[in-house]
């Protein structure tokens, strides 16, 4: 009996998903391009009836036809060296997926490289982490749907289930999966800013102890705020350092690492001239995170606000802070969905933002109830342009933009940066302003490089000769 998919790759995310198939009754065969990680995984699992080969040509002859291969390797020019191994060895029919963190440019030329011979190619998000990988992941396929039928059931089976449904959807053509993964990691870096914000005004304005913003925490995962990041930061909270008795948080330097995903959405947002500006501030606060050195010299000599406030009423702030952090998570899923809207015109994709909500709803990191929302939103309004405009959010805004105010303006006054939240202020007021400055910027532009204007009161294009 031949498998019913092979698996190339077996980092942790690779080996978990190996595990997590033939725990769902698959017939799994796996490889790895150096036989060491092979070994590792006959040697720590050998409980698992999974066909392990150290030929290529063995383990694609191992496979039913069509055959169905899932690529986890390292994204960027590996995957295309594992698929230029894996083409003559295949055939026409056959199923490429590529699981890793690509850059969606990539999968569509690969789409579309493969496309002419005659072998399918499959863009697979995959969200959730080593832990996600193993007991279901969010999954976020793209590319042919007649392939996709091939592969769904396999899928859909290994997904993170809510509900009873999976965590996994036809996302739409070539790339589009990955496109989806890509924005999802932009909104997941926005969201972990804001929790740090919302941590560090707890801390340094408030005046808890990290035990008591572990228990505010989980306090507020039985609330509006439930999801994965809201659960864990708590749980981070509680630990302390071996070596110290110190919090473990107090330990760790304070420089934020990134792998590139947060970055290109905020790239792929200025190409398509969409306001992600939350997603990106993330990507700018991890940036100015890694100038330790730098930031440590500074604060020696520049000088910040000389503010000395004591007996601030702790439950009040509190409640504060929790309305604030909503405020910016609706922001900035706002943004995200907002991106996707635009991105799925742009390229004719027709992406379904309802379903694309439902599926973060288990498995991955944006995880959370929150989500349930945005999708009834979308069910309600498939053509709604912001979710900041339907009546269930209108009427959190109403009642949580006060609190966001009152944070950043505190944060002002104490010198506590505070990009995220202030970036979410930002953009709720520039979003709802019906008028703003730009008229002096279109005048400016006139001026210096004719580049003329529209008028509010007629129709056309006009321009001034301003040196007269």
Known sequence: MKNTIGLYGLGVMGASLARNMANKGEQVAIYNYTPDLTDKFENEFPDYDIEAHYELEEFVRSLETPRKIFLMVTAGPIVDSVIQSLVPLLDKGDIIMDG?????????????????????????????????????????????????????????????????????????????????????????????????????FLREIVGLSVQEISEVFTSWNETELKSYLIEITADILTRKDEETGNPLVDVILDKAGQKGTGKWTGQEALDLGVPSTIMTEAVFTRYLSSMKEEKVYASERLVGPQVAEAGLDKEYWIDVVKEALYMGKICAYAQGFYQYRMASSQYGWSLNLGEIALIFRGGCIIRADFLNTISDVFKENPELSNILLAPYFVERASRHQASLRKIVMKGFEAGLSLPCLTTSLTYYDGYRSASSGANLIQAQRDYFGAHTYERIDKEGIFHTNWQN
Do not use: W
Request: glycine share 14%.
């Open 100 to 200: 890793g963190n690509s850059d969606f440019h990539d999968s569509n030329r690969r789409y579309e490289e493969l496309h002419k011979q005659g072998i399918h190619f499959i863009g697979v998000g995959v969200s959730g982490g080593e832990e996600g990988a193993l007991n279901g992941p969010a999954l976020m396929p793209s590319g042919d749907p007649e392939a996709y039928q091939q592969v769904a059931p396999i899928l859909e089976k290994i997904a993170a289930q809510v509900d009873g449904k999976p965590c996994c959807t036809y996302i739409g053509p070539k790339g589009s999966g990955h496109y989806v993964k890509m924005v999802h990691n932009g909104i997941e870096y926005a969201d972990m800013q804001l929790i740090t914000e919302a941590y560090q």
